[in-house]
């Protein structure tokens, strides 16, 4: 490429570095001062570009086509979304903000669901895309080559919005209390600052800022009901190689991945020693591939600073007990039921699919909660293990043409091969931080099964991988029985082994861990490995009862509902991964028969469940249990 062609693939880039920035600092900033992991940013940012689109389309017709319509309408929008941000701050956020931080995730990921479905319902399934930008509809000629006026109005916009937040940061009074927060908030709230309404203020600032961003983009791309999850991948990269909370960090974050995806554009495809290279291609890895590298590095960003260590389930666990002769019984007659359910259902094939896609769903939450719970290790991306069993069962029986039982027992060992790989890097981090290298890995996973077209099928996936012959219908179900029960028992076994007492010394205090012998690191990765062969059976599970996969089966929607079950039932407890993988699947299958807009009712049921029942159905369960044993012991004791 010439000289000009690379200089205005560089313009290109510092146009996506002002997208990008715009897109994620609202994000750096909330989590900065309220240090909540907002899931919910993206739908934010999606909104925006929504009532921007309708906010231009009806004040430009109103005012016969003139350009300050446009201007307005863009303006409106993300004054309407920060006054969203506000409303969401104060009815829901400010009544969880002393709960685990991984709960108010759940709330916000329920808040994805819901604001989804109002924005299906409102503008409809079909993209929607905007009119080009009065007085920047054009292109300017530079150096031979065209380059639309819009995204030189993009470059500039970037950096004037940094320095405008630089000037409210450095120079008021509310960005200095903003900044002391972001330093110790217990300081700030003992000073007498109405820490509330702080927060409510910088919630609000936050979602304007992706309302702009997203109302930015109307002429460049069209309104899409996908832009949610996209876009909060990008903001969260962005976010973490910038340093959590560090605005300045955000917009040199932003610089530098569009610009090392604009020269991935530039390279084109290059062969050498006969193996061509697709650099375009690596614009969907590459901001990955850099977060994961500088979380390695420098886990606390470019321009970051190290976090006091975040609030973990430690401190609120319930000792894991052995069940006793009633547990026992009852898992045993749940097996039982479930064993006999083909015939109690009257072979109905419906019910069986659905029993089926809950037990997969409760082995892949068990698998997470095996790290989450016992090893207090957060992953956003343990999809990467499902899916690579998934596609592991695929390759094994479709190219490597193995027996099916072959494939199901030989592709576990594909996902706990990328756990050993991906677990010996994670297990370095804590908090946070672990939980984003996870989800870059994952990530990286994701877009080499997206883009192999020639082995993975790329977007199409792969298809024909069905059970063999003599165990069709009914018999693979019971495979699936088999395989569920086994892998829960066997990771339950472990917990009470001495990995597993490891694993809880590990997670509770890793400096007298340390100190009494165990090697934590060694510890936790094995714990990792564990957790990712079995994620990798359930993923091997679901490709055999599906009959065909696509990279969605790795996607951060699959890891997030991974997250969801789990935190549904109760990190806490046993039980916790089994009723909240059961009750999340059956939920969202009833709920998609029924109505069209089936996320807007599963996201207000986990939100009702996350107000109502912080510790879990299966914690609130085990309350009420106790609860009633204590009434009725005192009674005794009282009457005696």
Known sequence: MSGAGLLVQLLNGLASASSLFLTAVGLSLIFGVTRVVNFAHGSL???????????????????????????????????????????????????????????????TFA??????????????????LGPRAPGFSGAVQILGHQFPSYDLLLIVIGPAVLLGLWLLLAKTRWGTLVRAATQDREMVSAL?????????SVFALGAMLAGLGGALQLPREPASLALD?????????????????????????????????????ALGDITLLGLTISF???TLVVEFAVMAVVLVLRPWGLLGKPMAAARTFAAQQVPL????????????????????????????????????????????????????????????????????????????LNTLSMPMAAALAFAPLVAGIGAVLFGWFCVRLSGVYLAMLTLAFSQIVW???????????????????????????????????ICCVAGIWLMRRMLFSPLGYAMRATRDSPWRADAVGIDVKRVQWAAFIVAGLFAGMAGALFAFSKGSIDPDVMSVNRSVEGLVMVLLGGVQYLAGPLVGASGFTWLKDTAAIYTEYWRFWLGLVILILVLLLPQGLAGTAYYMRHALRWRLTGSKAAKG
Not at 192 to 200: A, I, P
Not at 336 to 347: I, K, N, Q, Y
């Open 45 to 107: 940012y999606m909104l925006g570009l929504y009532i921007a689109y309708s906010a231009v389309g009806w004040l430009m017709q109103a005012s016969g086509g003139a350009a300050w319509g446009f201007w307005f309408g863009l303006l409106l929008a993300a004054l309407a979304v920060g006054a969203v941000g506000a409303l969401v701050e104060v009815v829901l956020l400010r009544r969880i903000y002393k709960a685990p931080e991984l709960f108010q995730l759940l709330a």
């Open 111 to 128: 808040l994805v669901l819901i604001i989804k479905d109002v924005a299906l319902s409102i503008w409809g399934p079909e993209d929607l």
């Open 192 to 200: 007498g600052v109405n820490q509330s309404w702080l927060f409510t």
């Open 229 to 265: 999850m996209t876009t909060i991948g990008e903001a969260f990269v962005v976010v973490v190689v910038g340093g959590m909370g560090s605005i300045p960090g955000a917009y040199v974050a932003a610089l530098i991945i569009a610009e090392i995806k604009a020269l991935c554009m």
């Open 280 to 282: 375009p291609k690596l």
């Open 321 to 396: 007990r052995r069940s006793g002769w009633g547990g026992k019984a009852a898992m045993a007659l749940l097996v039982l039921v479930l064993a006999a359910w083909p015939w109690l259902a009257g072979h109905d094939a419906y019910s069986v699919i659905l029993w089926m896609d809950i037990l997969v769903a409760v082995l892949f939450a068990f698998s997470l909660y095996f790290i989450m719970g016992p090893a207090g290790m957060n992953s956003f991306g343990h999809a990467a293990y499902f899916g690579l069993g998934a596609y592991g069962a695929a390759i094994l």
């Open 447 to 481: 877009s080499v099964v997206y883009q192999w077209d020639s082995f993975t099928g790329g977007s199409n996936g792969m298809w024909g991988i069905w059970p063999a012959e003599w165990l069709s219908g009914i018999g693979f179900y019971y495979v699936v029985l």
